[in-house]
């Protein structure tokens, strides 16, 4: 598995993922990366959410435009008495360091 990927999992905490598979997958997703898919991924990781969480910022930093998109899903259905949410954030640019 490319260590620049980061796997994410809408199923229940601490469930092993099968790497090898997804990493197989990946060359077909990064082809099918665009900016119209997102509202899709939104929709995909919904699961029992009653409406996408999906939020687009766009701003200049050192006179450089950046846009960060960010995505969130509740996941209360998997373990009942918790209360818990994932969120993705993505980013145009890298991040800016202090100097």
């Known amino acids: 598995m ?3 990927v980061l796997i994410a999992s809408t199923g ?3 469930a092993p993922l099968n790497t090898e598979v997804i ?3 990946l060359p077909g997703l990064v082809k099918a990366l ?3 898919a997102v509202p899709r991924v939104v929709e995909a990781i919904m699961t029992t959410d ?4 999906l939020a687009l910022f766009e701003g200049k930093a050192g ?3 950046y846009k960060v998109v960010g995505m969130a899903k509740g996941a209360g259905m998997i373990m009942l008495t918790w209360r818990p ?3 993705l954030s993505l980013a ?3 991040l800016i360091r202090p100097d």
């Not at 009653?50 to 969480?53: A, G, M, N, V």
């Open 2 to 4: 490319p260590d620049q």
């Open 12 to 14: 229940v905490i601490g």
């Open 23 to 25: 990493g197989k997958s």
């Open 34 to 36: 665009s900016a119209e």
């Open 50 to 53: 009653s409406f996408p969480k």
């Open 63 to 65: 006179g450089k435009p």
């Open 85 to 87: 949410c994932s969120a």
């Open 92 to 94: 145009t640019s890298p």
